[in-house]
């Protein structure tokens, strides 16, 4: 896996400005129904390289469209993102770096029903300027390293909700993105497929070097992150800070260390 | 995995779906093509029916609408025969008559020295001698649908005939036609010294231009002119009818399959506007979303167009199985007829899941997933 670039075959990537944030938010709103609902408003936020970051909210609060707007999933109705640098203004800026810079977990893992586990993975790889055979072969390692190396020829009907996000977790790092973003991973799944999940995530995090954004409304969860960020009707309430390096994301045995000294 | 295989995998792993679509587009194009056959075999089944009697020219009323509606006196022939370039002219009489009674057949009456009768296939028996009358050829269908043969009576307008002979021509129109002399059919019809038109035979090596003095000659001589059959059949005012009303049959049938295929591409492609938000979601540009999604068009209409073949070949023979259709025209697509209607499903299919896919990949990857 260690020789594996890959090349787009998209324009190219925006040039990165020296120190800037991965991804940034300036007094970002979003509204749907013409203004009558209000995901988001006025938040900013920057996300560094390598950063771990849990983004913690109930239903409803706005976690969601957040995520989609740092992914380039959706633009905002008002205020501006950033991407190293660069004023991302339209949904075609973005695609130079969906995908391919930045990878997304789903919670409903929105895999490919037609597509088999190795198949989904190789959706993300196709037309990055790689042969099949290596498309194949590095689809294959992501799913052994996700522990799925029995069910790679099965279609997702037949695999369980954990394998099922496993399979989108692999699909999401097989471009090697800078910013991994997590929407709800867990929240479909078991507490056992759950913690399996959340320790996929953060083992890829920590191997990869990526920036990872975790969406979820559980405690304990986010407060594996080293940095929490709290989001309420759609405005930051509380953002613990970038602290990077020094506090790495919590390995699940110093969470259970933490939660079982707590009173 | 490539983009041809994603659209072969997403047909074959959505078997109903394919089936459903391609089936729809097959319907489509296969009545399409059985319709535009149709419309196409009146035409050229009467024109080869006509090439086959042998003549050069056919000449006909000036004021009738058709074949069968003239009425001409026979002795015109004698001055047509004095023109210089005619090398033979016999008069001829064609109308449906019943036969047995109660079964409406075409009959041409021809007099017992006419040309046509020397160059007419024989399958059995003979054409009749000068003197005979009361005799009668059948085509090969009408003698099979009849059940008659060589030696058999036969009766036409109340009155008995003797099959002698059995003609095997090619033609749905001659196959299906009785072959009676002249004589007798004016007789039976009340109509003495009168014919429909006229066969002629050029002498060989004729100008151009001498043709159309002969055909200004014969025009001169009243109420009549002259024309080789495709010039014929563009005069036919019924044949007109006739191919105006199939070809708006076709144009309807081509309208209705064209937008029942845009529905079924439209609805296939609107039911994975999910799909294609994760597509785009996972780093899937604009681009190769849409190529995908018309690719996948483009192998339903290709699937669909080889089972429109098929449909519109069965269809031909269903039709060409109903009595009054199936007697006289012979109808089954041509490649002619195939490619445009082939080139036009498939172009329909790439353009019926362009707009759709153009419309799925405008959206937002996050509005397409919010949609679905």
Redesign the interface.
């Known amino acids: 896996m260690g020789d594996f670039n890959p090349v787009t075959n998209?324009t190219a990537s925006p040039q990165p400005h020296q120190g800037a944030p991965l991804v940034r938010l300036e007094k970002v709103s979003r509204t749907f129904d013409d203004g009558a609902v209000v995901a988001l408003r006025d938040v900013d936020l920057a996300i560094q390289p390598g950063e771990c970051v849990g983004v913690l909210g109930p239903s409803g609060s706005g976690k969601s469209s957040l995520i989609?707007i740092m992914?380039g999933?959706?633009?905002p109705t008002a205020g501006r993102v950033y991407w190293r640098g660069n004023a991302m203004t339209s949904?075609?800026s973005w695609?130079r770096v969906?995908?391919?810079e930045i990878g997304?977990v789903?919670q409903d893992y929105?895999?490919?029903?037609?597509?088999t586990a190795i198949?989904n993975v190789?959706?993300?790889l196709?037309?990055r300027g790689l042969s099949?055979s290596l498309?194949?072969r590095r689809s294959a390692e992501l799913l052994e390293q996700a522990g799925l190396e029995a069910r790679m020829n099965h279609?997702p009907y037949a695999l369980s909700g954990g394998e099922r996000q496993r399979v989108a977790i692999a699909?999401?790092i097989a471009?090697r993105p800078v910013l991994l973003l997590a929407d709800e991973p867990t929240g479909n799944l078991d507490s056992a497929n759950a913690r399996a999940v959340a320790d996929l995530l953060f083992k890829i995090q920590s191997a990869e070097g990526a920036a990872l954004v975790l969406v979820t409304h559980d405690g304990a969860l986010a407060a594996r992150c080293s940095r929490t960020v709290r989001i309420m009707d759609g405005a930051i309430v509380d953002d613990s800070g970038v602290d990077p390096g020094a506090r790495p994301c919590a390995s699940t045995d110093r969470l259970r260390q933490e939660a079982g000294a707590r009173p | 995995m490539n983009l041809a295989t994603l659209a072969l995998r997403n047909l074959q792993r959505r078997p109903m779906r394919t089936t459903i679509v391609t089936l729809s587009v097959g319907l489509a194009v296969g009545s399409a093509l059985a319709l535009v056959a149709l419309s196409g075999s009146i035409e050229r089944s009467t024109a080869e029916g006509v090439d086959e009697h042998g003549a050069d020219m056919t000449i006909m009323q000036r004021d009738a609408s058709d074949l069968f509606s003239g009425a001409l006196p026979e002795e015109n022939g004698k001055a047509i025969a004095k023109l210089k370039g005619v090398e033979a002219i016999a008069g001829d009489l064609v109308m449906f008559a019943p036969v047995e009674h109660d079964r409406q057949k075409l009959m041409f009456g021809w007099p017992n020295d006419s040309f046509s009768w020397a160059t007419m296939p024989m399958r059995a028996g003979r054409p009749p001698t000068r003197d005979e009358s009361h005799v009668a050829v059948l085509g090969l269908g009408a003698a099979e649908q009849l059940h008659k043969g060589v030696g058999d009576d036969l009766d036409i307008m109340d009155e008995r005939f003797r099959v002698i002979g059995v003609a095997d021509y090619v033609s749905a129109l001659n196959r299906s036609t009785i072959f009676v002399p002249l004589r007798d059919l004016q007789e039976a019809s009340f109509r003495q010294g009168q014919v429909t038109g006229f066969h002629m035979k050029l002498e060989p090596g004729l100008s151009e231009s001498e043709v159309e003095t002969l055909k200004a000659e014969i025009a001169g001589l009243g109420r009549m002119f002259a024309a080789p059959t495709d010039e014929l059949m563009r005069n036919d005012r019924n044949l007109a009818v006739l191919k105006a009303v199939s070809r708006s049959v076709s144009w309807i049938a081509l309208t209705m399959g064209a937008l029942s295929v845009l529905n079924a591409l439209l609805m296939a492609i609107q039911e994975r506007t999910r799909e294609i938000g994760i597509m785009m979601a996972i780093g899937w540009s604009r681009r190769d979303t849409m190529a995908s999604i018309v690719l996948e068009g483009a192998l339903i209409g290709s699937i669909g167009c080889a089972l429109g073949v098929v449909f519109g070949y069965a269809a031909s023979f269903l039709f060409s199985s109903v009595p009054m259709i199936g007697d006289y025209l012979s109808f089954h697509p041509t490649v002619a007829m195939l490619l445009p209607t082939l080139t036009a499903s498939v172009a329909l299919c790439v353009l019926g899941s362009l707009y759709p896919a153009w419309r799925a990949t405008s959206l937002s990857p996050s509005e397409a997933l919010r949609r679905a």
């Open positions: 998209e989609q992914g999933c959706d633009v949904l075609s695609s969906r995908g391919i997304v789903f929105l895999l490919l029903p037609t597509l198949e190789e959706m993300a196709i037309g099949a498309r194949r279609l699909r999401s471009n």
